[in-house]
């Protein structure tokens, strides 16, 4: 994985995504030795507010947004990731028992400190949006967004628009199912996320094949693949859009950034 990260950098691509829940701890580790030798050629994001369970350091299951966790966790990520500042922090899900306005001004005064350059939000709502971008401006929101899962267009695209706040799409490939590979009959083993997302189950799957057989038709007009399509409609949006697809094989690293 570090061959691939470091050949993604060659190829041009400037900018990585991860979170400490990752692994948990381990992908911070892994992508900070793997953009060592690129300080100040890349940004890298990452993410804060989540926190173990009870009696399990593995399953990340519990919200924590409290201004004293965020710094603690800034701390632990800039030294993970081998940097002087966190290019883009963001919140990784919204804590309802934590104001947003608090969430916000701990990032404002790690941003202060020179340990945080901007503010992100992931998943937030257009009202928690405008609350924290009072307090702190927001650089940021991730949230899902592809040709298969259109709901940031009717509040969240405008929204961003107005405040000026870029968008990172995550699950641009609508989580496989826009490359075409995944079908009816395909059979998601238990470790899979999507086994136990509904839009995944076999029924579902039948009654969006319609989608997926359009862009590939698209995508024989365009000589691409339909995952190039999919990511290309996804940049033709606005130009503050950045999608983020996810691979662990060059040869789809490739494929993507022919989109």
Same mark, same amino acid.
């Given at each position: 994985?570090?061959a691939l990260?470091?050949a993604?950098?060659?190829?041009?691509?400037?900018?990585?995504?991860?979170?400490e829940?990752?692994?948990p701890?381990t992908?911070?580790?892994?992508?900070?030795?793997?953009?060592? +030798?690129?300080?100040?050629?890349?940004?890298?994001?990452?993410?804060?507010?989540?926190e173990?369970?009870?009696?399990?350091?593995?399953r990340w299951t519990?919200?924590?947004?409290?201004p004293? $966790?965020?710094?603690?966790?800034?701390?632990a990520?800039l030294?993970?990731?081998r940097v002087d500042a966190?290019d883009?922090?963001?919140?990784h899900?919204v804590?309802?028992?934590?104001?947003?306005?608090d969430?916000a001004?701990?990032?404002k005064?790690?941003?202060?400190e020179?340990?945080?350059? $901007?503010?992100?939000?992931?998943?937030?709502?257009?009202?928690?949006?405008?609350?924290? $971008?009072?307090?702190?401006?927001?650089?940021?929101l991730?949230s899902?967004?592809?040709?298969?899962?259109r709901?940031?267009?009717?509040?969240?695209? +405008?929204?961003?628009e107005?405040?000026g706040?870029?968008?990172?799409?995550?699950? +641009?490939l609508g989580?496989?199912?826009?490359?075409g590979?995944?079908?009816?009959?395909?059979?998601?083993?238990?470790?899979?996320?999507?086994?136990s997302?509904?839009?995944f189950?076999?029924?579902?799957?039948?009654?969006?094949?319609?989608l997926?057989d359009?862009?590939m038709?698209?995508?024989?007009?365009k000589?691409?693949?339909?995952?190039?399509?999919?990511l290309?409609?996804?940049?033709?949006?606005k +130009?503050?859009?950045?999608?983020?697809?996810?691979?662990t094989?060059?040869?789809?690293?490739?494929?993507n950034?022919?989109?």
């Amino acid at each position: 994985m570090i061959a691939l990260v470091r050949a993604t950098v060659d190829k041009g691509v400037t900018f990585f995504d991860t979170a400490e829940v990752y692994g948990p701890l381990t992908n911070e580790e892994l992508v900070g030795e793997a953009l060592a +030798p690129f300080r100040g050629k890349v940004v890298i994001a990452t993410k804060f507010g989540w926190e173990p369970g009870p009696g399990d350091q593995n399953r990340w299951t519990v919200l924590n947004s409290r201004p004293e $966790h965020i710094k603690q966790v800034a701390e632990a990520s800039l030294r993970r990731l081998r940097v002087d500042a966190i290019d883009l922090f963001y919140q990784h899900r919204v804590d309802l028992n934590v104001p947003i306005e608090d969430v916000a001004g701990a990032v404002k005064d790690l941003i202060r400190e020179g340990k945080v350059k $901007h503010f992100g939000l992931s998943e937030a709502g257009a009202r928690t949006i405008r609350r924290a $971008h009072a307090v702190q401006p927001v650089t940021a929101l991730q949230s899902e967004y592809s040709l298969f899962w259109r709901q940031p267009e009717q509040e969240i695209l +405008p929204l961003l628009e107005e405040l000026g706040i870029g968008f990172v799409p995550f699950s +641009p490939l609508g989580k496989g199912f826009l490359t075409g590979k995944i079908t009816a009959e395909t059979q998601f083993d238990s470790t899979d996320f999507r086994s136990s997302i509904p839009r995944f189950t076999g029924e579902n799957r039948r009654a969006n094949q319609s989608l997926v057989d359009l862009i590939m038709r698209f995508a024989e007009q365009k000589k691409a693949t339909a995952a190039q399509i999919a990511l290309a409609w996804l940049l033709a949006q606005k +130009p503050w859009i950045v999608p983020i697809p996810g691979t662990t094989k060059l040869n789809r690293l490739e494929e993507n950034l022919g989109g």
